[in-house]
């Protein structure tokens, strides 16, 4: 196993990960509220849990991955105030909240998959797990730790740091200072402290999403069904919990107090956050009006969009960047990205053909052996230090230097040995597939084609009737690809 170390915001400090159970990790992952398309910035969280979930595999742990689905209609506002946002876009759109909630769910599967993000083991759902936050939110007030208010349920924050309760601890949050910054809109002379958060609502009259409950029709509180879900599937105390880093305050230190308050300990022992995707600085959100929807990369139909961009591009943009680190989205660095991309891509295509040759004398040069070994343990020493996605990616290109080099015989197979090409092969494939998920994107309309067609082209070459062989030659290429007329072969590839 692969000495993996990852930033735990709870220590801020980078630890090596050592999960409670031999060879298993559970992880958590918190999932998406599904009342409107998801945006490149949610997209970046996922991908950045897809990556932490790939590398665990690949090293050979076994992942409970269960990353859930924000299905009932919470309100907009963290402090319990606002709207409902599935509500709202239910009555937009004329349609029963459930239907928002569905034609979501599906578009956010959707865009994972065409992205290469691999599903969880499990993803569950806030409205399958009413009766467990009742529940829960029923042993609380037991316990003295929450209490009904006017057909609402609180948690008593005041109480619980009395017991040892350290709220604010995870984000950083000092109680005094909050104090002086909450506004209580929202449940004015019904909360006992300002700072104290919803267990349970009562629903409004106009409020559609509600559940019977022991204090009233309502809907759960927003913070109550990643603590339910999360130690029904993963236990009292689990590896790793994530999300974006908007969601430590409030939403995990609220996890942290419920658990603490439910179960009597700490509920995760890794917690970590990924930064945020900006737009010229700012974050992109929904509500900022900043946002891309994955289909408007894909058709370049955004005013800020100068091209289209293809899914495994924008992942490989993504990449690129350490997950704690702020990307900036520009057309730019995603041309960049681009680029970059057709460049791994044709290494990969390069190198699943490439066969050690059986009728040579192999007369390995020591310096090009460690050239090769040292960047494969490069590309593992960036993502055991906290997943660093850029340091990995800079060895890949240095192993790509050496595919390219044995492709157009400027390196010799006799220069290494058949082991070390074929850990090259293995290497190289593996994390580009297997850790990083980036795979090749053949154009649909050439898809099963290109052998046929580079068939075609050869005999047209042979017989010398140049006017098919530029026609196919224009084929390829306005499908993005080259043909490569080479020494001793003829080949395509992506145009870089
Ligand atoms: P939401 O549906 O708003 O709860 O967001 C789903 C996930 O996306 C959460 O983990 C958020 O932290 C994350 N997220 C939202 N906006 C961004 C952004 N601009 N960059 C990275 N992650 C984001
Ligand atoms: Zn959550």
């Given at each position: 196993?692969?000495?993996?170390?990852?930033?735990?915001?709870?220590?801020?400090?980078?630890?090596?990960?050592?999960?409670?159970?031999?060879?298993?990790?559970?992880?958590?992952?918190c999932g998406p509220t599904v009342y409107n398309y998801v945006h490149?910035?949610n997209?970046?969280?996922?991908?950045?849990?897809?990556?932490?979930?790939?590398?665990?595999?690949?090293?050979?742990?076994?992942?409970?991955?269960?990353?859930n689905i924000t299905d009932v209609g919470h309100l907009v506002?963290?402090?319990?105030?606002?709207?409902d946002k599935i509500g709202k876009m239910?009555?937009?759109?004329?349609?029963?909240p459930?239907?928002i909630v569905?034609?979501f769910t599906?578009?956010f599967?959707?865009?994972?998959?065409?992205?290469?993000?691999?599903?969880?083991?499990?993803?569950?759902t806030a409205?399958?797990?009413?009766?467990?936050?009742?529940?829960?939110?029923?042993?609380?007030?037991?316990?003295?730790?929450?209490?009904?208010?006017?057909?609402?349920?609180?948690?008593?924050?005041?109480?619980?740091?009395?017991?040892?309760?350290?709220?604010?601890?995870?984000?950083?949050?000092?109680?005094?200072?909050?104090?002086?910054?909450?506004?209580?809109?929202?449940?004015?002379?019904?909360?006992?402290?300002?700072?104290?958060?919803?267990?349970?609502?009562?629903?409004?009259?106009?409020?559609?999403?509600?559940?019977?409950?022991?204090?009233?029709?309502?809907?759960?509180?927003w913070?109550?069904e990643c603590?339910?879900?999360?130690?029904?599937?993963?236990?009292?105390?689990?590896?790793?919990?994530?999300g974006g880093?908007?969601l430590?305050?409030?939403h995990?230190?609220?996890?942290?107090?419920?658990?603490?308050?439910?179960?009597?300990?700490?509920?995760?022992?890794?917690?970590?956050?990924?930064?945020?995707?900006?737009?010229?600085?700012?974050?992109?959100?929904k509500s900022?009006?900043?946002?891309?929807?994955?289909?408007?990369?894909?058709?370049?139909?955004?005013?800020?969009?100068?091209?289209?961009?293809?899914?495994?591009?924008?992942?490989?943009?993504?990449?690129?960047?350490?997950?704690?680190?702020?990307?900036?989205?520009?057309?730019?660095?995603?041309?960049?990205?681009?680029?970059?991309?057709?460049?791994?891509?044709?290494?990969?295509?390069?190198?699943?053909?490439?066969?050690?040759?059986?009728?040579?004398?192999?007369?390995?040069?020591?310096?090009?052996?460690?050239?090769?070994?040292?960047?494969?343990?490069?590309?593992?020493?960036?993502?055991?230090?906290?997943?660093?996605?850029?340091?990995?990616?800079?060895?890949?290109?240095?192993?790509?230097?050496?595919?390219?080099?044995?492709?157009?015989?400027?390196?010799?197979?006799?220069?290494?040995?058949?082991?070390?090409?074929?850990?090259?092969?293995?290497?190289?494939?593996?994390?580009?597939?297997?850790?990083?998920?980036?795979?090749?994107?053949?154009?649909?309309?050439?898809?099963?084609?290109?052998?046929?067609?580079?068939?075609?082209?050869?005999?047209?070459?042979?017989?010398?009737?140049?006017?098919?062989?530029?026609?196919?030659?224009?084929?390829?290429?306005?499908?993005?690809?080259?043909?490569?007329?080479?020494?001793?072969?003829?080949?395509?590839?992506?145009?870089?």
């Amino acid at each position: 196993m692969q000495p993996l170390k990852i930033y735990n915001t709870l220590s801020r400090e980078k630890e090596l990960f050592t999960p409670i159970h031999e060879n298993h990790v559970g992880l958590y992952v918190c999932g998406p509220t599904v009342y409107n398309y998801v945006h490149l910035g949610n997209l970046r969280t996922f991908t950045s849990f897809d990556i932490l979930n790939r590398y665990l595999l690949h090293i050979g742990y076994k992942v409970r991955y269960v990353r859930n689905i924000t299905d009932v209609g919470h309100l907009v506002g963290d402090g319990d105030e606002g709207e409902d946002k599935i509500g709202k876009m239910a009555k937009l759109e004329k349609l029963e909240p459930m239907e928002i909630v569905h034609r979501f769910t599906q578009d956010f599967h959707q865009v994972l998959e065409k992205f290469n993000v691999l599903p969880p083991s499990i993803e569950p759902t806030a409205t399958g797990h009413i009766v467990e936050q009742i529940e829960t939110t029923k042993s609380l007030i037991e316990k003295g730790l929450a209490y009904e208010s006017n057909g609402s349920v609180y948690f008593d924050i005041e109480t619980y740091n009395k017991n040892g309760g350290n709220y604010g601890h995870l984000s950083g949050r000092v109680i005094e200072d909050l104090l002086t910054e909450t506004r209580d809109l929202d449940g004015v002379g019904e909360k006992r402290n300002p700072l104290d958060f919803a267990l349970w609502k009562k629903a409004a009259p106009e409020h559609i999403m509600r559940w019977p409950s022991p204090w009233g029709e309502g809907f759960p509180g927003w913070h109550l069904e990643c603590t339910c879900m999360s130690h029904k599937y993963l236990g009292d105390t689990f590896d790793i919990h994530g999300g974006g880093m908007d969601l430590k305050f409030p939403h995990h230190e609220c996890e942290i107090a419920q658990a603490k308050a439910a179960y009597d300990r700490a509920p995760v022992r890794y917690w970590m956050h990924t930064n945020m995707l900006t737009v010229n600085g700012q974050k992109m959100s929904k509500s900022l009006g900043n946002s891309f929807l994955p289909s408007e990369l894909f058709a370049g139909s955004h005013a800020l969009l100068e091209q289209a961009y293809s899914p495994m591009t924008v992942r490989f943009f993504m990449l690129q960047s350490q997950y704690r680190s702020t990307l900036d989205f520009s057309n730019d660095a995603l041309k960049a990205a681009q680029k970059g991309y057709k460049k791994i891509a044709n290494g990969l295509r390069i190198i699943k053909k490439l066969v050690y040759p059986t009728d040579i004398i192999a007369n390995p040069d020591a310096a090009q052996e460690k050239e090769i070994s040292d960047a494969i343990q490069g590309c593992y020493d960036g993502m055991n230090d906290d997943l660093n996605t850029a340091v990995a990616i800079a060895h890949l290109f240095t192993l790509l230097k050496k595919i390219n080099s044995l492709y157009t015989g400027g390196l010799a197979f006799e220069s290494i040995s058949a082991e070390t090409f074929s850990n090259l092969q293995r290497s190289y494939t593996s994390i580009l597939e297997d850790v990083l998920g980036i795979k090749e994107e053949v154009p649909a309309e050439m898809n099963g084609l290109t052998d046929e067609l580079l068939q075609l082209y050869k005999g047209f070459k042979e017989s010398r009737q140049y006017d098919k062989v530029d026609e196919i030659r224009g084929a390829f290429k306005s499908a993005g690809l080259l043909i490569k007329d080479m020494k001793n072969a003829i080949d395509w590839g992506y145009e870089e």
